[in-house]
């Protein structure tokens, strides 16, 4: 069996509910819902989801580095918004990111997130080429 890395973003709230930033298993990471606040509890592009999305979509090309991939191994995004009004924003900061790497993604509207101020959540899937 590959080794598990567990990557944290050092946020509080990790230990407390039982989960990692991202993990990885050999070639496969996974990176859990992102929202655009750091671990210090601030938030981040308030009112703003196109905002929102370039931090988390930062914050998530950290996580898949810091787990020894890249941006480029990511083969599935899975975007959460609370309003589908935000979705052609959020798409936008999407592919600016993902434009060339073209992986596959579901946008979905969600009732709500886990505070008010947030607009958007964020998954990804990365594949590390051998």
């Known amino acids: 069996m590959s080794e598990r890395v567990n990557i944290s973003s050092g946020a509080p709230w990790e230990p407390i509910a039982g989960y990692s930033?991202?993990?990885?298993?050999g070639q496969f990471i996974e990176v859990a819902g992102t929202t655009a606040v750091d671990a210090q509890g601030n938030f981040f592009g308030e009112g703003d989801a196109g905002a929102q999305t370039?931090?988390?979509l930062d914050k998530i090309?950290?996580?898949?580095e810091q787990a020894g991939g890249a941006l480029s191994d990511v083969i599935r995004t899975r975007i959460f918004v609370t309003d589908r009004e935000y979705m052609m924003e959020v798409a936008k900061v999407h592919?600016?990111?993902?434009g060339e790497i073209l992986p596959?993604?579901?946008g979905v509207e969600v009732g709500a997130l886990i505070d008010d101020r947030l607009l958007v959540e964020i998954e990804a899937s990365a594949i590390i080429s051998t």
């Open 21 to 25: 930033r991202a993990v990885r298993v």
């Open 54 to 56: 370039r931090y988390i």
């Open 61 to 64: 090309q950290h996580a898949i």
């Open 95 to 98: 592919g600016e990111f993902f």
């Open 104 to 106: 596959v993604s579901t």
